[in-house]
């Protein structure tokens, strides 16, 4: 036969677990150190009462508790993993298990043991919320990698020139991208991006550029978006604009401005002491990419063409462009 006290030290031991016994109409009738601990209410404080008490009302209002004795009494035992109570009214993520108590074959309450399974439930939960993050951001990327080589492709006069074209926007991506995911968070500092982007910090003609603009973060969608467009209008200043000649000038600028009566971001681009500019009579990839505007947010841009350069003005609704999807 068991030595009582032996069972007793057992339930006193087990802290980390509420085990509890019921009668057959539901009601405590003993409540160990573990449930204090776990629950907050003490032995004498639920002795007789309802053990529905640490179920939610939403739970009750469903007649759970009722249907667990029911499942346990049908199946030998009853699983659970639901939100709990405690005595303060917070919840917790509970991992439970109810056995029926049997005296000669007739079932006499329950045994009820619960477990506090809040920390792995957060811990799921934002692994599920990770993992959908990712996948949205990679079908995000697969579709402007998609377009891009596409567009590419179609445009292009021969196949080198179409491979060099992929590649040198496929690299500038990889480099927004990297940006992104080593040492500057799910945002990342317009100034930055705008460097990386126009390659200030490895061409030689850096001082033919000027860069104004507050401190202000852009989030992974649109900064992807906006270096993809910044890296077209530096391809284009190198190849008909101000970067084709050595005095050729290109000020960037950036802040807060208003769209359609919300706050928005805005940045110009003006190329100054270049080769005469005319409108294009052909739209290519480029002007269409940088026309495109900025992903993941509303957005406006107008290209104008004045004598002496190209200018770019584009505004993006701040709300989205700031956004961390």
Same mark, same amino acid.
């Given at each position: 036969m068991t030595n009582p006290r032996i069972a007793e030290m057992v339930l006193e031991s087990a802290i980390d677990y509420a085990i509890l016994t019921s009668d057959l109409s539901g009601n405590v009738t003993s409540w160990s150190v573990g449930a204090e601990n776990?629950?907050?209410?003490?032995?004498d404080e639920v002795l007789g009462l309802a053990a529905d008490i640490i179920f939610t009302s =939403? =739970?009750?209002a469903q007649d759970i508790p009722r249907r667990e004795m029911a499942n346990a009494l049908k199946n030998g035992r009853a699983t659970d993993e639901r939100w709990h109570l405690r005595k303060d009214g917070t919840r917790f993520w509970a991992s439970g298990e109810m056995m029926p108590l049997q005296n000669n074959g007739a079932a006499e309450g329950f045994l009820k043991i619960v477990r506090d399974r809040t920390q792995q439930k957060r811990a799921d939960e934002l692994q599920s919320t990770l993992s959908q993050e990712l996948s949205h951001r990679l079908k995000n990327q697969l579709a402007m990698v998609q377009g891009l080589v596409n567009q590419s492709l179609r445009r292009a006069d021969n196949i080198e020139s179409a491979r060099l074209s992929i590649s040198q926007r496929l690299r500038v991506l990889g480099q927004a991208h990297d940006l992104l995911l080593t040492g500057y968070g799910e945002r990342m500092e317009v100034r930055t991006l705008?460097?990386?982007a126009?390659?200030?910090?490895e061409d030689k003609r850096s001082s033919q550029f000027t860069l104004t603009g507050p401190e202000l973060q852009v989030g992974p969608q649109s900064g992807l978006s906006l270096a993809m467009l910044l890296h077209e209008l530096t391809t284009n200043a190198f190849k008909y604009g101000a970067l084709s000649r050595t005095e050729g000038q290109i000020i960037i600028e950036w802040g807060i401005a208003e769209m359609d009566e919300e706050a928005a971001f805005k940045l110009d681009w003006r190329e100054k002491n270049g080769p005469p500019v005319v409108p294009p009579t052909v739209e290519g990839l480029g002007t269409r990419l940088i026309k495109n505007g900025v992903a993941g947010t509303l957005?406006?841009?107008?290209?104008?063409?004045?004598?002496?350069?190209?200018?770019?003005?584009?505004?993006a609704q701040l709300e989205g462009f700031q956004a961390d999807t």
């Open positions: 776990i629950f907050g209410w003490t032995e =939403d =739970d009750r705008v460097e990386k126009i390659n200030l910090d957005t406006k841009v107008d290209l104008t063409y004045p004598a002496d350069g190209l200018n770019c003005t584009i505004l």
